[in-house]
């Protein structure tokens, strides 16, 4: 049962342009939602958060949009770079249920052409 | 230089042996996991641990083991009962929310 799904494999976008990376949950007790990026033989880093208070946060050229009601939040990177190319996970916690354990997506490979 | 340490960066082993995959952190971090991620999927939780001397299985504990006996090291034990062990695995720590990734140790069974 995947409890965090990112439906989209892979997005191309040139240099320049806004990069949109979309992430559905079907848990209502997620609390806090988080998005890493990953290189490939790499590690994760962490690149924005929100909380599941607030509807938008905000962090240089990265946006994470919250819409609750749907169950949604999308990743906005504005203007993408040809260094943004990268995997994107979303993730998602549950304090009440899993304490800090956190549920991945799979993932959105992000190509941005120069 | 605070951070998460993974070795061996890669690892071969033959089929039916166990291995053991480090991982440290010196961020003075109560809690730590290990991760398993397969081309295509997400990262899957193997074990965690909030405190030291505890742990708790995670998703897909089945034929991995780990200890914690030190704050700063969780040591992760793929044993022969793993049945797929070839995998990208990735140690990560936290304080809060944010968990802090190492730069993982890709398994190979030959």
């Known amino acids: 049962d995947q409890q965090v799904k990112q439906n989209s494999p892979s997005l191309s976008v040139q240099e320049g342009r806004i990069s949109i990376l979309n992430c559905d949950y079907t848990n209502s007790m997620f609390d806090y939602f988080l998005w890493y990026k990953k290189y490939p033989a790499e590690g994760p880093t962490f690149l924005i958060s929100?909380?599941?208070?607030?509807d938008k946060n905000e962090d240089g050229r990265f946006t994470v949009f919250l819409n609750k009601s749907a169950k949604h939040l999308s990743l906005h990177i504005v203007p993408s770079q040809p260094g943004d190319s990268a995997v994107y996970f979303c993730a998602a916690r549950s304090m009440r249920v899993g304490g800090n354990k956190l549920v991945f997506g799979a993932g959105t490979i992000l190509r941005v052409k120069s | 230089d605070g951070g998460i340490t993974q070795s061996p960066k890669y690892l071969f082993r033959k089929e039916g042996q166990n291995v053991t995959l480090s991982c440290e952190q010196n961020?003075?971090?109560?809690?730590m996991y290990w991760y398993r991620q397969d081309p295509g999927q997400g990262l899957r939780l193997i074990y965690y641990s909030q405190i030291v001397n505890d742990f708790q299985k995670g998703d897909i504990a089945e034929g991995y083991s780990v200890s914690r006996e030190k704050k700063e090291s969780f040591p992760l034990t793929v044993t022969s009962a793993q049945k797929n062990p070839t995998a990208f695995y990735l140690c990560?720590?936290?304080?809060?929310?944010?968990?802090?990734f190492g730069p993982g140790t890709r398994l190979t069974v030959l």
């Open positions: 929100i909380s599941s208070i607030k």
């Open positions: 990560a720590s936290s304080y809060q929310e944010e968990q802090f």
């Open positions: 961020l003075n971090h109560d809690a």
